[in-house]
């Protein structure tokens, strides 16, 4: 049963038990589909946060692309925002928001760029 208090669910996409690898694009994206699926039928407002960790280590091209495929296919699947961590540079945040159909959310710290750049 989903508790009614339950409002909010993240939704990680990587083992890190296996060195931070992401998940199978095909179950991450039916893990929120059966999540949202549970939650409409149960008629309860639920907000997924879809993780999606591709710049762990940094990132590239392929970092990027694979995010955004990702998080648009979360978006597809029933998420309400996507959460990637890792980011630091203003103008990869920028080509993510472009890219991206839907709100983003990010991990803020020292090296992040500051509120009034975003």
Request: hydrophobic letters at 45%; charged letters at 25%.
């Amino acid at each position: 049963m989903l508790p009614l208090r339950s409002v909010a669910f993240p939704v990680r996409h990587h083992l890190v038990a296996e060195g931070h690898q992401l998940l199978d694009f095909d179950l991450s994206v039916e893990r929120i589909r059966a999540g949202k699926a549970t939650a409409d039928d149960m008629g309860v407002p639920f907000v997924i946060n879809a993780r999606t960790d591709g710049f762990y280590r940094g990132g590239d091209e392929n970092s990027f692309n694979e995010t955004v495929k990702r998080s648009n296919a979360y978006f597809e699947a029933g998420a309400s925002c996507v959460f990637i961590p890792f980011l630091r540079d203003i103008d990869l945040i920028v080509r993510l928001v472009e890219a991206i159909k839907g709100p983003i959310n990010i991990l803020a710290g020292a090296s992040s760029p500051s509120v009034p750049k975003l």
